[in-house]
């Protein structure tokens, strides 16, 4: 069932379409119910490049929250910035 | 166009299902633990990496295990004892966990092809995991350095790029990374590359590869991202190798925990310590085999912690006290 909506931040996830990692962060926003964009870097060499000047990283999940960057899936620091827990 | 749809919440999801029993590594001790769950009547999965991914896995013969007298591969041995466990009921997944939700009477894992769901969960993910890192590895991560070419190969677009290691994984992956990359310098620390022969055939004729046997990973140098990668062949002298990228897959000693986001205490030398029982601190949770501390290194000794969890485990499911012996 998915969770009631709230006021979130804007949630962005730059990923590519076999990362067992990206595709792990994005069932875990959805199962808090977080609303998201996925960026698909692999079809994308324009965000492929916002990405990496966005947060340095040349890998992904990238998420940005709200601004602030997450590497990785990282469940802690994306709890933290969402407030959820 | 980058920005895909917007995805509601849970509409994607599928339906988890909730397992009495979550094995993590399917070797002879998570292997032995589901046959004796399974045989219980508990509902349970084993989610495994791969056949030949583990300690038993790649082992190319076995003489001494007890009641299989004829030679035979480790990848075979274990085969055989997903085929027993199998029969029982237990279901095997490949699947790679990246992280967990231990606590709580229902424990969540996070692996990267699907959610699961388990009322105990058994840790025998052994200790082929790697230790110390070469300089410039760790600060050079995200910047050109990657553990995973499915992941990030996109990056390295008509780049030069090294891949290090000698196993399925860092082949299947050096594999994927051709179809993006101009040129791969497979970096190989063994004498030959210990892998799947058909897998090790695709990759030496693909044109934009070369292998260097024999050769030791030193250094990742870079300024900002990596520049290159410093390496030593047996017997040479060190060079250093122009790449934009640098993929390890190297194993070592260590036991794999990292999927615990710290919620069990390791001991310094990172094993997870255990009581006789094989529970560690948070009830339900257990570990076995290779990935625990005071342990001899043997498939028999594996399957026998299995064993043993297994027993506790459906004590702990049905509240009793002690163990029903399993005579039949």
């Known amino acids: 069932m998915a969770k009631p909506r709230r006021k979130q931040p804007r949630v962005i996830i730059f990923t590519t379409p076999t990362c067992s990692f990206c595709k792990a962060a994005k069932r ?9 964009k996925d960026v698909d870097v692999s079809r994308d060499p324009v965000a492929a490049r916002d990405m990496v000047r966005r947060s340095g990283q040349q890998g992904v ?3 940005d929250i709200g601004g602030k960057i997450v590497v990785g899936f990282d469940r802690k620091r994306i709890d933290e910035l969402l407030n959820l827990n | ?70 030679p035979v591969t480790g990848a075979e041995l274990v ?27 229902v424990k969540v894992l996070w692996g990267g092809e699907a959610t699961y769901k388990a009322r105990a969960v058994v840790i025998a993910t052994g200790s082929m995991g790697r230790g110390k890192r070469v300089p410039g590895e760790d600060e050079f991560l995200g910047r050109g350095v990657s553990y995973c070419a499915t992941c990030d190969a996109a990056f390295f677009r008509d780049k030069v790029v090294a891949v290090v290691g000698s196993n399925d994984e860092a082949v299947e992956e050096a594999l994927h990374l051709t179809k993006f990359v101009s040129r791969l310098h497979m970096i190989v620390p063994t004498s030959e590359i210990k892998a799947e022969p058909a897998l090790v055939a695709e990759l030496t004729a693909n044109p934009k590869v070369e292998v260097l046997l ?80 005071d342990h001899v290194k043997q498939a028999v000794v594996a399957a026998a912690e299995g064993v043993i969890a297994a027993l506790a485990i459906d004590r702990y499911l049905h509240g009793r006290k002690s163990t029903r012996a399993d005579w039949s």
């Open chain 1, 61 to 63: 999940p990238v998420i």
């Open chain 2, 214 to 293: 024999s050769t030791r990973l030193r250094a990742v140098e870079g300024n900002g991202t990596v520049t290159g990668v410093r390496v030593a062949p047996r017997g040479g002298d060190e060079q250093v190798l122009p790449v934009h990228g640098a993929f390890i897959y190297l194993q070592g000693a260590r036991p794999i925990t990292d999927f615990l986001d710290g919620q069990l205490s390791l001991s310094p030398g990172g094993c997870l310590p255990v009581d006789d029982e094989y529970r560690t601190e948070i009830p339900g949770v257990y570990a076995v085999g290779d990935v625990i501390c």
């Open chain 2, 79 to 105: 085969e055989r004892m997903r085929r027993q466990a199998e029969r029982f009921g237990a279901e095997f997944v490949q699947d790679k966990i990246l992280s967990t939700e231990l606590e709580g009477d």
């Open chain 2, 1 to 70: 166009m980058g920005l895909s749809l917007s995805l509601t919440p849970g509409a994607a999801e599928e339906e988890e299902k909730t397992y009495d029993v979550a094995i993590i590594g399917g070797g002879p001790a998570g292997t032995s633990a589901a046959i004796y769950t399974a045989r219980a009547d508990l509902k349970t999965i084993v989610i495994d990496k791969g056949l030949t991914a583990g300690a038993l896995g790649m082992t190319s013969k076995i003489e001494n295990y007890p009641g299989v007298p004829e």
């Open chain 1, 28 to 36: 875990y926003l959805r199962a808090r119910g977080i609303r998201f």
